[in-house]
């Protein structure tokens, strides 16, 4: 039995999806029920906040997890990056209010759940800020004057268009990453690596589709 860490909400339903596509889904599974482990495919799954997967990993309670390259880069774990699953697809960006043009006279006021990747982007383009930390509906604070422009991950642009907000700069691309314990990885090289090969072999198939 492997033990699999998914993370909840958009990115964990499209990863367990192309699991159950791919053998390993459960019986058990149901998109409204709240149980939080369930298993099937030689495969027992947890539901846990997207910000947890790595901790579940790195200590070993999960052999293998999946996790966006956002939550990655803002919460370093010792767990082993061992694929990029090529989907969940999407930018970590800066955005302001239409027209907004930074003055440079002042730290650039920066509103952001994903602290210390803004803090890493900023430096390297050498800009001095000033962090807004929130947790969620971060778009509100340019619109709401707490902050200059937002670091951000944007999927679809809508959440921007439909507050007034465009695209300033992008900082790096993300995607759906597999992390694997690296003791469970010398152990259960087999088991995991076939799992993360039969998925990749059924994204890259749907990704290539005309
Ligand atoms: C994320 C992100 C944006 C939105 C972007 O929020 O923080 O608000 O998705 O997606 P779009 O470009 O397709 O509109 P999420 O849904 O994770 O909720 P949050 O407000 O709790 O961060």
């Given at each position: 039995?492997?033990?699999?860490a998914?993370?909840k909400?958009?990115l ?10 791919s ?6 599974y149901?998109a ?6 369930f ?6 799954y947890?539901?846990v ?13 999960a052999?293998?997890g999946?996790?966006g390259?956002?939550i990655l880069?803002?919460y370093p ?10 989907i ?19 730290p650039?006021?920066?509103a952001?759940?994903f602290?210390?990747s803004?803090?890493r982007?900023?430096s390297?383009?050498?800009r001095?800020i000033?962090?807004v ?13 707490i902050a ?6 944007v999927e679809t642009?809508?959440t921007l ?9 992008r900082?790096?691309?993300?995607s ?8 469970a990885?010398?152990?259960?090289t087999e ?12 994204v ?7």
């Amino acid at each position: 039995m492997i033990n699999v860490a998914l993370p909840k909400g958009r990115l964990g339903e499209k990863v367990y999806s192309v699991l159950d596509r791919s053998g390993y889904g459960s019986k058990e599974y149901s998109a409204d029920s709240r149980k939080l482990v369930f298993s099937g495919g030689g495969v027992s799954y947890f539901w846990v906040k997207p910000s947890d997967v790595g901790v579940y990993v790195d200590t070993g309670a999960a052999d293998m997890g999946f996790i966006g390259k956002d939550i990655l880069g803002e919460y370093p774990c010792g767990a082993y990056e061992l694929l990029d699953l090529s989907i969940g697809k999407c930018q970590m960006c800066v955005a302001g209010k239409k027209g907004f043009e930074d003055g440079f006279s002042r730290p650039l006021k920066v509103a952001t759940k994903f602290v210390n990747s803004a803090r890493r982007y900023f430096s390297s383009v050498g800009r001095e800020i000033e962090i807004v930390k929130l947790n969620g509906s971060v778009e509100l604070a340019p619109v709401l004057g707490i902050a200059d422009v937002i670091f951000d991950v944007v999927e679809t642009g809508d959440t921007l268009r439909e507050n007034g907000l465009e695209v300033i700069a992008r900082a790096f691309p993300i995607s759906a990453r597999v992390i694997v314990n690296k003791s469970a990885y010398k152990f259960k090289t087999e088991e995991i690596n076939a799992v993360a090969e039969k998925l990749k072999g059924i994204v890259n198939y749907e990704n290539n589709q005309i």
